[in-house]
């Protein structure tokens, strides 16, 4: 199947601070990208839809000024934690689909620790 | 996308079938059925789908009901590298719109 690649896999960092974490997609063009959150035990939890060469589309609740999406190329695409807290630690997943498949493939998620 | 319900947890022995349940009884007709699974800290990985027919891949079989009020996942040969969440979710094939999670099943392979 395709690859999705996130970077990185694990990042700790200091409350206040920023962190920028990258989606591509190896091997395919990948037109959009979708960026979930997961929290310990739960299910994953769509933050936001991300078009190529647009502005993403943010679900209720996330707020668009703290968690910056950037899809500039069809292959990767951004998602940048902005003035981290505590309670923003989590495990942050992407997804891309591949236009000539039907089933949508996903990073290996990125687990942020905010100290 | 229609609503499915998985039983939270299920235990197997290594090396035996395991069958996940899941019914998805408001089920349209254009929706397919879809697994995933997510091993502990990473992505969530594609198993399989399928409209009405069983389907089988390298990975598991799908088994859906003539009804398709509900469908079972089968791994035929279960390792501990298959201990997982297993997610069945239902949507229109093709479809552009994220894929929405519901709780799964925790699959635990015995020794």
């Known amino acids: 199947g395709a690859v999705v690649s996130q970077h990185p896999s694990r990042v700790i960092c200091k409350s206040g601070t920023s962190v920028k974490i990258e989606c591509r997609s190896l091997?395919?063009?990948?037109?959009?990208m979708f960026w979930y959150r997961q929290f310990p035990k739960k299910s994953l939890m769509l933050m936001a839809t991300?078009?190529?060469?647009?502005?993403?589309?943010?679900e209720q609740g996330v707020e668009k000024d703290k968690f910056l999406i950037n899809h500039a190329s069809l292959t990767l695409s951004t998602l940048t934690v902005t003035s981290a807290h505590p309670e923003d630690s989590s495990f942050y997943i992407c997804?891309?689909?591949?236009?000539?498949?039907?089933?949508?493939?996903f990073g290996q998620g990125t687990r942020l620790t905010v100290v | 996308d229609a609503k499915t319900t998985q039983p939270p947890s299920m235990d197997c022995a290594e090396g035996r079938a395991a069958n996940l349940p899941c019914n998805h009884s408001?089920?349209?007709?254009?929706?397919?059925v879809y697994w995933y699974r997510q091993i502990h800290s990473q992505g969530p990985q594609y198993i399989i789908h399928?409209?009405?027919n069983n389907e089988t891949n390298e990975m598991a079989s799908l088994i859906i009901t003539e009804d398709r009020k509900s469908s079972t996942l089968i791994l035929p040969h279960a390792t501990l590298r298959d201990t997982a969440v297993y997610y069945c979710?239902?949507?229109?094939?093709?479809?552009?719109?994220?894929?929405?999670f519901g709780s799964g099943t925790q699959l635990t392979v015995l020794p």
């Open positions: 991300s078009n190529e060469g647009s502005k993403a589309t943010y």
């Open positions: 979710i239902v949507r229109v094939e093709g479809s552009a719109r994220q894929l929405t």
């Open positions: 997804s891309a689909r591949d236009g000539r498949n039907t089933e949508a493939f």
């Open positions: 408001t089920i349209s007709g254009n929706e397919y």
């Open positions: 399928g409209l009405k």
């Open positions: 091997d395919f063009q990948a037109t959009t």
